[in-house]
Every structure is written in structure tokens, then in C-alpha cells.
């Protein structure tokens, strides 16, 4: 009966398995040199690494492109440092896939709302259900930020810069699949990426 005592009070405390925290499960797929974690586009004219970041380019006729990774991914967070540049920055994180039903996280502006929109979920199928709190007082403009994002089931929450600023559950979210950096379409602009990192949860 002593030992029933002593596990009953200590797994409340417990963060993940035996105690182990996020920080623990983080496993770079971006570190500056290459891009084998990832799907390059047949063809690519869009993604290129300089100077240890990753570049978004749009091509003249601003086609777009999505950057995947190989990787499925089901419960995760992922994790990279982002940096607006030239043009109207449209970008984001496709959160599993790019079903109607998953979310892509917004990183710049809304091509339908004409507005910043950095770090709301955006659902081919209902719109942005929620916007971000907060972003005008964190996001930097000309300076490199920092942006989290995780699924748990169908649950989605978004930190910048260290802040929690948005939690949204999805009823029909599509349970597994690739990471995407997105290169909007129909955009002239420049949009930088470094220390990509994933946590499967």
C-alpha cells in the first residue's frame, strides 16, 4: 500500500513520459546546411539556403510553392525562427497536410483580409474561425521571431515569441501528415527561415 501512495503522488508532477518536458523530444530538420528532411519541388527556383537560412523567393510568375517535409507527423510541435523580407509577405505552416479541413498558421498577411493575420489558424474550408492575440505588440517587422505551433489531436495552439497567443480546437481536423512552408501564390516576396526544429508529442 506505501508504494500505491508514493506513485499516486508522484505522477501528477510528471511532464510526458517519466517526466521528460518538450524540450527533450526536439529534433532539428533544418540546421542551416541542407535540406534533407525535406521534399524539394521538382524544378525549384523558389527555396535556396543562404548564409545558413533557408529563402522563400517568389518566381516571376509568382506560381508559389509549398515546402514538405518527408516525414508524417500526428502529435507534434514544430518550431523555426522567421524573418519578413521583401514584397507582401504571405507565408505559413501547414499543419498536416494541405486538407480543407487542416490548418495552415498564418505568418504575414491575409491575402482575403488584406491585414497582418501572424500566428491565426487559417481553414481552406471555414476561413480564420480565430485570430491571434496580442501579435501587434510582439511581431518585429524587421527583425528575426520566433513562432510555435502544436497539434494534439485536434487541439492547435501558437506561441511568438515565447507568448501564447492563440488556442483553437478543430472538430474535423485531419489527424496526420507533412509539415509545409508555404510560398503564397500570386505574391511578389522574400520571406527567411532558420533553426527548424520538430517535436513528436
Known sequence: MKHIFILLFVLPFSTGSFGQSIDDYWETIFDGNSLEEWEIPKDNIWWSIEEGA???KSDPDKVGSILWTKKNHKDFAVQMDFKFGEGTIDSGIFMRGDDKENPQIQIGESGSLKRDMTASPYVPSLGYPVEAEGIVGLLKLDDWNTIKARAI???YK???NGVEVMNYKLEKANLIG???IQLHPGKEM?????NIAVAEL
Open 178 to 180: 507533412p509539415i509545409g
Open 54 to 56: 533557408l529563402w522563400a
Open 158 to 160: 501558437v506561441w511568438l
Open 190 to 194: 522574400t520571406i527567411q527561415f532558420k
Open 153 to 155: 489531436g485536434n487541439t
